[in-house]
């Protein structure tokens, strides 16, 4: 196997988490990071080469691979400055502010003939996983909805992600990620969007957004984040025909439940509950709902760069595909577009 010779450009939060994670592999060298702040470069791995710029790594560092992660507004140029050096590119998303920017690095990076993927790691999450799999096997019959929810208490954006044009805002973040899960899980096309994008405490940028896809298959997601819900929470949810998973955390807890016989023939039976009278909501009668374990599923986000190490040595396909990128990047301006007008958008 072909080792891999990183340099990491931009060395903060997620140059200093990409080193951590490299460290964990015999067969990736970090030899170099650049960072335009000194200061960020003084916790560098030992041995490992520092620069001023990306200029000066890509100039003196022996290289083959350049990671990417500065700031959103800087991926263009720095994406057209490592094909032109003829290095494979991994970009930390969002890999580009708009459509238009992405195309352009597919068009740069393909004519130098490099590989080209965005930092989606969060494939690899265990809960998405595990939605994936009951989506894939059909768990709960045919489907009708998936909720994808993320909420928390630090609404407060912090450093370049309170200012728009250095792409900051949580679509640009999360959002990012919660697409890329829902369009890589829904195999099928989007018929129409509909979004809410809102700045509830932030002056400048998004912090809650709400997104509603209809797909093709008849599969409708809805995607919700907040900063400021102030009651933390990562939650999946799907419902089908023969049942409904749930997950209630990162970590993938959660059931699915289903009922022991079809409700096709449903007694017009009333229940008195703080509700009133009711048919239709009272409680299940006993042995009504059945629960099961959800399925096992063993990811992390080292698989990344373990699939990234495979395909950089020809063994299999990027999984990250530069159309997949794009497509994100395509519902990110639907839903900036809906949440502008106030429409639903027509998609694919
Ligand atoms: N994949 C993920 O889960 C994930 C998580 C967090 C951030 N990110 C992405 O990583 C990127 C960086 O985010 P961050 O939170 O680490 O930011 P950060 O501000 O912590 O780090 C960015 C670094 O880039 C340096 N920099 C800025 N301009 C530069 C230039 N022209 N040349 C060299 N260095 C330069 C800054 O000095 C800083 O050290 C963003 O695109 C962000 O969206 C991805």
Redesign the pocket.
């Known amino acids: 196997m072909n080792k891999i010779r990183l340099g990491i ?7 200093h ?1 990409d080193a951590d994670m490299m460290a964990t592999f015999d067969e990736i060298d970090l030899v170099a990071v ?4 000194p200061d ?1 470069l003084t916790d560098a791995p030992n041995g490992v080469e520092t620069y001023g ?2 200029d000066e790594m890509l100039e003196k560092a022996d290289i083959n691979v350049v990671m990417i ?4 507004p ?2 263009l140029e720095m994406v057209e400055k490592a094909a032109a050096a003829g290095k494979h590119i991994i970009c ?3 890999a580009a502010m708009s459509v238009e920017q992405f195309d352009r690095m597919v068009e740069v990076t393909e004519k130098a003939g490099v590989i080209f993927t965005v ?4 494939r690899w999450d265990k809960d998405f996983r595990i939605m994936k799999e009951v989506y894939d096997k059909r768990m709960v019959g045919d489907m009708y909805v998936i909720k994808s929810q993320l909420y928390g208490v630090n609404g407060n954006m912090h ?2 992600h309170v200012f728009p044009e250095m ?1 900051g805002g949580m679509l ?2 999360w959002g990012v ?1 919660l697409i890329d899960q829902i369009l890589w899980m829904v195999d099928s096309g989007i018929d129409s969007l509909y979004a809410d994008l809102r700045n509830v405490i932030n002056e400048k940028v998004d912090d809650y957004f709400n997104i509603l896809m209809k797909f093709k298959n008849g599969v409708t997601a809805e995607i919700e984040l907040g900063t400021y819900y102030l009651t933390p929470k990562r939650a999946w949810f799907i419902g089908g025909t023969k049942g409904s998973a749930m997950i209630d955390g990162f970590a993938g807890e959660g059931k699915i439940v289903r009922t022991a016989h079809l409700l096709e023939n449903v007694p017009g039976k009333i229940t008195m509950t703080a509700a009133g009278p009711t048919r239709s909501f009272g409680p299940p009668e006993p042995g009504l709902l059945q629960e099961e374990p959800l399925p096992e599923v063993n990811v992390d986000h080292r698989n990344y760069f373990e699939h990234f190490l495979k395909a950089f040595n020809g063994e299999e396909e990027i999984i990250v595909l530069p159309e997949q990128v794009r497509r994100v990047l395509s519902v990110m301006e639907a839903v900036r577009m809906s949440a502008r007008t106030g429409e639903a958008v027509r998609f694919e």
Do not use: I, L
């Open positions: 450009v931009g060395f903060g939060f997620m140059g988490c650049a960072d335009t702040n960020q710029s990306m992660s500065t700031p959103n800087s991926h930390e998303k969002p930092h989606q790691q969060r450093d370049w792409g640009y973040d990620h």
